[in-house]
């Protein structure tokens, strides 16, 4: 082979390289763009606060087929915190109170939207021989050793003229919460959720509840901000299966209440009697409180962020128009 075909063979084959080269770059390109998001599950936590499930009826509907996402439950908010800042979990259903507390050591949370408020859903119960909350005058009271458990019981003492110096607290996980009262190891307990009914059955006595501090615990969605760069549609689509499922709740009380009771293990009517203590919020009152022309919800969170610093429940002051994000409120869709 001379020279001069020497050349024109490689310049041949060189051309077919850049050729070959191109078409699987534009390839790949197009690959990538038909391959989802991300291929992990985006992981949301709960506990079990009745305001979460309407995520888990979300789920039993179909709201969340073909998309990557996992709901995990956990006995407390307690341990969704941990799991958050260990990078278990990328969302959490929490209480606002511990959503601050996040926020006020890491910049990577936004709270997404608002759950619900508790109106009579959070209850202080008491042996049948406890009259009221100045009778707990140096006796036992059992709570969830987190913020919102030292919150709520430092409000009602404060209502009645005492404070936890009063009292002797005993901690608390909710799950210990039924057997700790009935075996008597406590004189009242600061509960919520299925343990409520059981201890009412077992003669327990409504001493204080969250409608007597209305406004003042309510239960978010949180995300960190990588979450919301890597998973916007599948946080969308969170987003509104979780008001999709509230709107079925609200058409369809007895039987989401049936569908909700097989998970949680307590009466249908048990179930429908725990959502009269809260309110849940729906899409038209989230877009209200997200509306940053309408200073009430953030004003709120002041009172809230204020009273907890008092109280040294919260390490330092926080920017709250920072922490609140509403494009997948004002994206949502049922």
Known sequence: MN??????????????????????????????????????PLRIATNLWPGYETLYLAEDLGYYDNQPI????????TEEVKAYRNGEIEGAGLSIDQALL?????????????????????????????????ALKGKRVGLEPTALGSFFIA?????????VKDIEIISLEPLEHERAYKQRQVDAVVTFGPAVPKILEAGGKVLFDSSQIPGEILDVIVVNTEVMANFPQTL???VNG????????????????IKIAKRTGVTPDA????????????LEENQKLFNPNDPTFVNGLKKLMNIMLEKKLLPQD???????????????KL
């Open 3 to 40: 020279l001069f075909n020497l050349k024109r063979l490689i310049k041949q084959q060189w051309v077919k390289y850049l050729t070959f080269s191109f078409i699987t770059g534009i390839l790949a390109i197009a690959l990538t763009n038909c391959i989802p998001q991300s291929s992990s």
């Open 70 to 77: 996992k709901l995990i439950d956990y006995p407390s908010g």
């Open 318 to 332: 926080i920017d709250l128009t920072k922490i609140l994000d509403d494009r997948f409120i004002k994206n949502a």
């Open 242 to 257: 979780r008001f999709r499922a509230l709107k079925y709740l609200e058409e369809n009380p007895q039987a989401a209440a």
């Open 155 to 163: 409000r009602a003492l404060e209502k009645n003229g005492m404070s």
């Open 236 to 238: 969308q689509a969170l």
């Open 271 to 282: 179930m429908l009697n725990a959502f009269k203590g809260m309110s849940q919020f729906n």
């Open 102 to 134: 996040i926020a006020s050591t890491q910049e990577n949370v936004k709270i997404i939207t608002i759950m619900d408020a508790s109106h009579g859903a959070d209850v202080i119960l008491g042996q049948p021989e406890i009259s009221d909350i100045k």
